[in-house]
């Protein structure tokens, strides 16, 4: 499935570019005076092969939650149990991530690929555990690479399965304790960085904690024999194998799925950053399909979104996860395409098209 997903991967239209942008000239306002918006809507027609791009909606926000063998090096303050407790709060309705989502009108699925528990049968919670949580990154591989192939299909599976209920619009969340830990790893094979420049405080560490988290980071790196950025495929799935989490190589999956469909996928913050490295790695094609939420907190985040060539759309210094920064975005890509659908043109309105 992940052979036939990459396979039909189209990178962006440059004949859907090129119209995109000359449209965008005849609309009734100063040339460029969207800003930003522009490039937005012009990327998503080059990505949906067509101009206008369809309308990014309804839209629908995936959920990954999974745990993680490098919790018991201390990179975090928070329990472990803490990954599982928040699934039944995304699944009650009560977390940040509900709350935006119920704001921008998104439904939120909750996908368990490898949390280290059990889960009662619930609406909204997809079961594709591959295992209770990884081994610990820094002491060998966090997973195998049936495992991470395993991990990446269940995110293709579950993108298909939304973009095949109806969703023009995929967004990415994460859940599972320490996995700023293994995002740090992830972005600092494949963007090839040292780890003290990728790896970030999470949800708040101490110094003497952030210093052992870089060194945790270079452990991994050093024990899995990875250095510099990799991106031959087969390589890519060794290295996603060796430090990644399950909902790293799902939430690649899930980019690869809604690249593979030409809907566009709004990123969220550090996890998904890291991610959609891996995905890029495997196709990089799959990166035209993908639009920045946001900009988090996060070092590393930067440093993926720079190697990626993606500019984010909002940067309120969040440091959350769970989709909290895509969702944000996704009324701005709606806005951005909705210019192309409803402006009038200088033709049509009879506006005079040049300043006398
Ligand atoms: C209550 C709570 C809710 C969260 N929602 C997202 N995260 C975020 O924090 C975690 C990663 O940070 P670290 O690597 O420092 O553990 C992830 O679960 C991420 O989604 C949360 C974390 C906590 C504690
Ligand atoms: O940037 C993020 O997405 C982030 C930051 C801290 C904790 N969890 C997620």
Same mark, same amino acid.
């Given at each position: 499935?992940?052979?036939?997903?990459?396979?039909?991967?189209? /990178?962006?239209?440059?004949? &859907?570019?090129?119209?995109?942008?000359?449209?965008?000239?005849?609309l009734t306002k100063p040339r460029g005076s969207l800003g930003a918006l522009e490039e937005l809507a012009v990327r998503l027609a080059g990505a949906a092969g067509t101009s206008p791009p369809p309308m990014p909606e309804p839209a629908a926000l995936?959920?990954?939650?999974?745990?993680?063998?490098?919790?018991?090096?201390?990179?975090?303050?928070?329990?472990?149990e803490v990954t599982v407790q928040?699934?039944?709060?995304?699944? &009650?309705?009560?977390?940040?991530?509900?709350?935006?989502?119920?704001?921008?009108?998104?439904?939120v699925t909750v996908v368990d690929v490898g949390v280290a528990a059990d889960l009662p049968d619930a609406p909204g919670l997809v079961k594709q555990k591959i295992a209770y949580g990884t081994d610990d990154l820094s002491k060998? /591989?966090?997973?195998?690479?049936?495992?991470?192939?395993?991990?990446?299909?269940?995110?293709?599976?579950?993108?298909?399965?939304l973009v095949a209920s109806g969703a023009r619009c995929l967004i990415t969340g994460d859940m599972g304790i320490a996995n700023t830990t293994a995002s740090a790893a992830l972005i600092a094979v494949f963007a090839g960085r040292d780890p003290a420049e990728v790896t970030g405080r999470g949800t708040g560490i101490d110094d003497a904690t952030y210093q052992l988290k870089v060194d945790v980071v270079r452990d991994a790196l050093r024990t899995n024999g990875l250095s510099g950025a990799m991106t031959a495929p087969s390589e890519a799935l060794r290295a996603l194998a060796a430090v990644g989490g399950f909902e790293h190589a799902a939430l690649a999956g899930f980019i690869l799925g809604g690249a593979a469909a030409r809907v566009p996928v709004i990123l969220d913050?550090?996890?998904?950053?890291?991610?959609?490295?891996?995905?890029?790695a495997l196709d990089p094609a799959a990166t035209d399909h993908c639009v920045a939420g946001h900009r988090s907190?996060?070092?590393?985040?930067?440093?993926?979104?720079?190697?990626?060539?993606?500019?984010?759309?909002?940067?309120?210094?969040?440091?959350?996860?769970?989709?909290?920064?895509?969702?944000? &975005?996704? /009324?701005?890509?709606?806005?951005?395409v909705r210019v192309m659908h409803d402006v009038a043109t200088f033709d049509s309105?009879?506006?005079?098209?040049k300043p006398v």
């Amino acid at each position: 499935m992940l052979a036939e997903t990459l396979a039909a991967i189209r /990178p962006a239209d440059p004949g &859907a570019i090129a119209a995109a942008r000359a449209y965008q000239d005849r609309l009734t306002k100063p040339r460029g005076s969207l800003g930003a918006l522009e490039e937005l809507a012009v990327r998503l027609a080059g990505a949906a092969g067509t101009s206008p791009p369809p309308m990014p909606e309804p839209a629908a926000l995936a959920i990954f939650a999974g745990d993680h063998g490098v919790h018991t090096r201390g990179v975090t303050p928070w329990p472990q149990e803490v990954t599982v407790q928040m699934v039944a709060n995304f699944l &009650a309705g009560g977390a940040v991530a509900n709350a935006f989502a119920a704001q921008a009108g998104v439904p939120v699925t909750v996908v368990d690929v490898g949390v280290a528990a059990d889960l009662p049968d619930a609406p909204g919670l997809v079961k594709q555990k591959i295992a209770y949580g990884t081994d610990d990154l820094s002491k060998g /591989p966090a997973m195998s690479v049936d495992q991470a192939v395993r991990a990446l299909e269940a995110g293709i599976t579950v993108a298909r399965d939304l973009v095949a209920s109806g969703a023009r619009c995929l967004i990415t969340g994460d859940m599972g304790i320490a996995n700023t830990t293994a995002s740090a790893a992830l972005i600092a094979v494949f963007a090839g960085r040292d780890p003290a420049e990728v790896t970030g405080r999470g949800t708040g560490i101490d110094d003497a904690t952030y210093q052992l988290k870089v060194d945790v980071v270079r452990d991994a790196l050093r024990t899995n024999g990875l250095s510099g950025a990799m991106t031959a495929p087969s390589e890519a799935l060794r290295a996603l194998a060796a430090v990644g989490g399950f909902e790293h190589a799902a939430l690649a999956g899930f980019i690869l799925g809604g690249a593979a469909a030409r809907v566009p996928v709004i990123l969220d913050g550090v996890i998904a950053g890291a991610a959609a490295l891996v995905a890029a790695a495997l196709d990089p094609a799959a990166t035209d399909h993908c639009v920045a939420g946001h900009r988090s907190a996060e070092p590393g985040h930067t440093v993926a979104l720079d190697h990626l060539g993606l500019h984010p759309l909002v940067d309120l210094e969040l440091r959350l996860g769970e989709g909290s920064g895509g969702l944000l &975005a996704h /009324p701005i890509l709606c806005a951005a395409v909705r210019v192309m659908h409803d402006v009038a043109t200088f033709d049509s309105a009879g506006v005079t098209e040049k300043p006398v």
